[in-house]
């Protein structure tokens, strides 16, 4: 489907045509020329693609003076790229065998041998679960989460690439009946559905419109519903068009959850409050061609996918960039407009279209960010020229979602059985402890500028889950490293940081806790002692955040 | 004196408050020691002012509440009543309130531009919109800097009951910093263990995870807290910004709260049984108990929303079956709010705690085909109460059917200038911005609704 741009004014950026390098008249002008490949032409490897995104951050930071952060060491990565993949800290056994091992291409083998790992497959369930449903505190919604998470699973494991899923998810039947609906519902073996996503936005036409179009396309339109958008360009009748889409979807009564037998013909609907009927038509302002017996749906998800829709590919590049870098290129990463253009846009485009190349291949792309070197600079600020973080000439410090901070704890601490909790287990039983905590750290700022609130702090500091972790008699790590006959003080406190901070300490650090432990702590009593000093270990900004 | 009995909450009669007033001043509790405390804050000739703000979470509908329009089309069912001031006339379903219109003042030419609840919810709460990115703090974080203190033991910006999402944003500190953040007890929406309906807010407005575990001793906290203060400092050092910085703030904080006698606020079965039923034995209810407890211990600001009830969140978001919706909830509002006036009166704090009721907007006064009000933020109300206000006035006025407002038009920098004012803050005080511009606490065109300050 050819792609129209009449009346499209979303900004000078996006350019006309297949792919074309995009100018702006007052762009910077453009680097001597990239190493290695011809952009614009080639398909890149994954190697060759993370060169591109160094030359494009390097080529930003020479007229501003930016001196880049060194290269974050063996442990610094380690961590990072086991959050960012794995969404759970390392075990201390593959710390040290990370950190002895000689290999020098191991950072990118540990990057293959985590794609391939159940946790990752867990860990990216559960960020598009958040991104599909981010209202998880509605109660009514928050019994399908099972059913979305069975039917991401699978398709996350087997890498479907992202435009199927996409199509999946824009074309999934809704309605249901009500044995349906509790099949869905059921916590042991839940209806693979992604129609929980249709239930969140309450089967309204107006917010599927805003959420598809902020999700996949990375465009806001929601003020558009109203009136015509006061920042971008978008007049409220191209909402309604957008929202008519959906416009066969009816709830089966008031208020009600389940969908009634759908239209799925219908394409037309009237803006509320007036009198005035719209017909369903593309944000390019173009309509698909109706021939007879096409599925309103299905025209909308070809659209959405279409390898030649810019919006898509471009969010897609976006939203996989802020997951690993705390920031997108463009950020707010669902709000392009002219007022908040992408701070990369040649590397943008670059990211899109070789995202299209490789058929949207979600793990390819993550090859080619975990590679960069942009991706392993350190987060430790050693120049103020460090501290813009739309530079990237350090890497942010990142907030951990609830279910990564409760994973690693209960990793740190031995909590439940060897290995990660099956994160579909017990997440609705609303008195687990694994519920209990995720509730109280619910996430909900940007991930860089994440907050640690008081009750958090209390709830970590007095709580029972770390209360328990920290008791001689019923944690099993810290009985292990207080009863272990193969270690002294020093390799204690080390075993303790190796679990928690993914480290070994430093000299400056150890000196003072030898010191402390040696003497007893507080109570005169070495394993106690120990045990404070776990106890501090998981208190720590450093165990708590991503960096 | 008569008395009444309405669903939540029992009036007390004038004998009653005595009884339970020990010398005018403070009520009893068991041990004693609030009012040690408090009578040292109440009674000093300094004591700065707070203030409580009401919440109405979702949108309340103005022409059901305090700017009726009966015998028009656009009226809808409820009737007028009178209220302590000649000419006043408000919702029948507020009767305690409206006992107490001498102290209050209606806003009822609010005319902001804002329909959606994210942004509406924003431009109230900040005083700005949200765009570009600066961010704004919120009114609890501007008042928390400019009245509170940093040695308080308790956080002087105090959230009951929140629904941030619509606009997380609404509710921080943003770039005052995690010192100015809040205190977050009762959030709704957030799922506790255990927890059905309105009847379990005794868990939900107390301070989880205060005290410490049973086998940890005080000294051995201690000694904990110090080391982990020093790996702290190193970390955020080394990694300068937000994150790191919140994360030492908040644990800081924590621990002063933990030390300190005042966090007993939070025990609210410390209050006699019938002053707990005169507030309405529901979140919202008790919520205005503790904001009474907590503006008594010299807290500056302290916010309780009513978001609905049984565990809805925007209850006054009203598109469909209004009537029914806002007979509920006004039952819920009328005593809990005359019964915060009358003792926060009796203690003699009313004089120098400002209340403010408000939403993020108002609702339309054509009615929809589904017996339902929608998003209106042309012409609606607010109202100002207690503080140095000069009560038992109105402020501007809507035309006949409540589309427009026919005189004198307020928009958010005015009411917020209104509220600093009262509360002794200079809004043209600058604070430094995320992005290095100083921004003023109300927007430079403000001008403040002087009529009504004393």
């Known amino acids: 489907m050819r792609f129209l741009w009449r009346g499209l004014s979303l900004c000078g950026i996006l350019s006309v045509g297949l792919i074309a390098i995009p100018l702006r008249a007052d762009a910077p002008p453009k680097p001597a020329g990239p190493p290695k490949a011809q952009a614009g032409a080639a398909k890149l490897d994954a190697q060759q693609l993370a060169s591109q995104i160094d030359f494009y951050i390097a080529a930003a930071w020479g007229s501003k003076g930016v001196k880049p952060a060194p290269l974050a060491d063996d442990a610094e990565y380690l961590r990072r790229v086991y959050l960012d993949l794995a969404g759970r800290i390392p075990r201390a056994m593959d710390v040290r065998d990370f950190l002895e091992d000689p290999n020098p291409s191991k950072r990118q083998e540990l990057v293959e ?26 109660q009514q919604v ?39 609906m509790r099949r869905r519902s059921s916590n042991k073996r839940p209806d693979p559905t992604p129609t929980a996503f249709y239930q969140a936005n309450e089967l309204k036409p107006e917010n599927l419109a805003a959420s598809t179009s902020r999700l996949f396309l990375g465009v806001k339109l929601e003020c558009a519903q109203c009136h015509n958008h006061p920042r ?33 013909e219908r394409r037309a609907l009237k803006i509320p409050g007036t009198e005035t009927e719209v017909q369903a038509r593309f944000l390019d302002g173009s309509e698909p061609n109706w021939e007879s017996g096409t599925r309103t749906r299905a025209a909308l998800a070809s659209w959405v996918t279409a390898v030649d829709n810019p919006f898509f590919s471009r969010s897609a590049a976006n939203r996989l960039w802020a997951h690993f870098f705390g920031v997108g290129l463009i950020e707010p990463v669902d709000e392009e407009s002219e007022e908040n253009p992408p701070s990369h846009p040649e590397l943008l485009n670059e990211l899109a279209r070789q995202l299209i190349a490789h058929e949207f291949d979600l793990k390819y792309l993550i090859r080619a960010i975990t590679s960069s070197q942009t991706y392993q600079r350190s987060s430790t600020v050693t120049d103020p020229s460090q501290n813009e973080p739309r530079l990237f000439s350090r890497m942010a410090v990142k907030g951990l979602t609830p279910e990564q901070l409760f994973d690693s704890l209960a990793l740190a601490t031995g909590y439940g059985e060897e290995g990660v909790p099956n994160p579909r287990v ?18 909900q700022e940007k991930r860089t500028e994440v907050q640690t609130s008081i009750l958090q702090a209390l709830a970590l500091m007095n709580g029972q889950f770390v209360g328990d972790a920290t008791s001689l008699e019923r944690s099993r790590t810290l009985a292990a490293v207080a009863d272990s006959p193969f270690f002294e003080t020093p390799g204690r406190i080390e075993a303790l940081f190796l679990a928690t901070l993914s480290r070994k300490p430093s000299a400056e650090e150890l000196a003072p806790l030898v010191k402390y432990v040696s003497e007893g702590g507080s109570k005169n009593d070495q394993k106690a002692a120990l045990a404070d000093v776990f106890w501090v270990l998981l208190n720590s900004a450093e165990f708590m955040l991503n960096h | 004196m008569a008395r009444f009995q309405s669903n939540n909450g029992s009036q007390l009669s004038r004998r009653d408050w005595l009884r339970l ?67 006043i006339r408000i919702s029948e379903h507020l009767p305690r309130l409206a006992k107490h219109m001498d102290k ?53 910006f105090v959230s009951i009951g929140p629904y941030r999402f619509f606009n997380p944003a609404a509710y921080g500190a943003g770039f005052l910093g995690p010192t100015c953040a809040p205190l977050i007890v009762g959030e709704n929406g957030v799922p506790t263990p255990g927890q059905q309906g309105d009847n379990n807010y005794e868990q939900a407005l107390k301070v989880q995870d205060l005290d410490l575990p049973r086998d940890v001793s005080p000294r051995q906290a ?144 054509k009615i929809n085909p589904q017996r339902g009000r929608d998003h209106f933020p042309n012409a609606w109300s607010t109202v100002l109460a207690g503080g140095s206000i000069q009560g038992g006035r109105v402020v501007g006025r809507t035309s006949p059917d409540g589309m427009s407002v026919a005189d004198r038009p307020v928009p958010v920098p005015d009411f917020l200038a209104t509220i600093c004012q009262s509360l002794g803050i200079d809004t043209m005080k600058m604070n430094v911005s995320n992005v290095g511009r100083p921004i003023r606490i109300v927007d430079k065109s403000a001008k403040p609704i002087q009529e009504i300050l004393a």
């Open chain 2, 21 to 87: 007033s020990a010398a005018g001043v403070a009520g009893f509790s068991a041990s004693g020691w609030l009012e040690t405390l408090a009578a040292d804050t109440a009674n000093h000739p300094q004591r700065r002012h707070s203030c409580i703000l009401l919440w109405m979470n979702g949108g309340p509908s103005q022409n059901d509440t305090f700017d009726l329009k009966p015998g028009h089309a656009n009226g809808g069912p409820y009737k007028e009543i009178a209220t302590a001031v000649p000419g």
């Open chain 2, 104 to 156: 209050m003042v209606l806003v009822r030419s609010m005319s902001t531009k804002e329909g959606d609840h994210g942004r509406a919810s924003f431009l109230m709460r900040t005083g700005y919109l949200p765009q570009g990115p600066i961010e704004y703090p919120s009114l609890g974080a501007l008042v928390a800097k400019e009245l509170g203190s940093d040695r308080s033991e308790l956080p002087s």
């Open chain 1, 426 to 443: 017990d997440t609705l039983g609303l008195n687990s402890p694994r519920a209990a905590f995720l509730a109280k750290f619910s996430s």
């Open chain 1, 142 to 180: 928050q019994f399908l989460i099972p059913s979305l998470e069975a039917w991401l699973h699978p398709r996350i494991k087997e890498n479907v690439s992202y435009d199927k899923m996409v199509r999946e998810i824009l074309t999934a039947p809704v309605s249901a009946n009500a044995q349906q």
């Open chain 1, 113 to 138: 041998r985590l794609l391939e790992s159940p946790n990752y497959v867990n860990n990216f369930t559960n960020v598009w679960r958040a991104l599909l449903l981010p209202q998880v505190n509605n």
């Open chain 2, 222 to 365: 201690e000694a904990r807290v110090q080391l982990l203060q020093g790996l702290e400092e190193r970390f955020v050092m080394q990694h300068p910004g937000v994150a790191p910085l919140s994360h030492q703030t908040a644990y800081n904080r924590a621990v002063r709260l933990m030390r300190s006698a005042a966090s007993r606020a939070f025990n609210l079965e410390e209050e006699p049984a019938a002053l707990r039923d005169a507030y309405g034995r529901n979140q919202f209810g008790q919520g205005c108990l503790l904001a009474r407890r907590l503006v008594e211990l010299g807290v500056p600001f302290v916010e309780v929303t009513l978001g609905g009830l049984n565990g809805q969140v925007f209850g006054w978001d009203t598109h469909q079956e209004n009537f029914n919706a806002v007979k509920d909830l006004s039952q819920v509002l009328d005593p809990a709010w005359s019964t915060l006036m009358e003792d926060l009166k009796v203690r003699g704090l009313l004089s120098s705690t400002l209340i403010v009721w408000m939403g993020e907007f108002g609702r339309t006064p």
């Open chain 1, 232 to 264: 971008a360009n978008w007049t409220r009748k191209q909402f309604w068009e957008y929202a008519a889409f959906f416009s066969g979807i009816q709830p089966q009564g008031q208020g009600n959850m389940m969908a009634a037998p759908e239209m799925s």
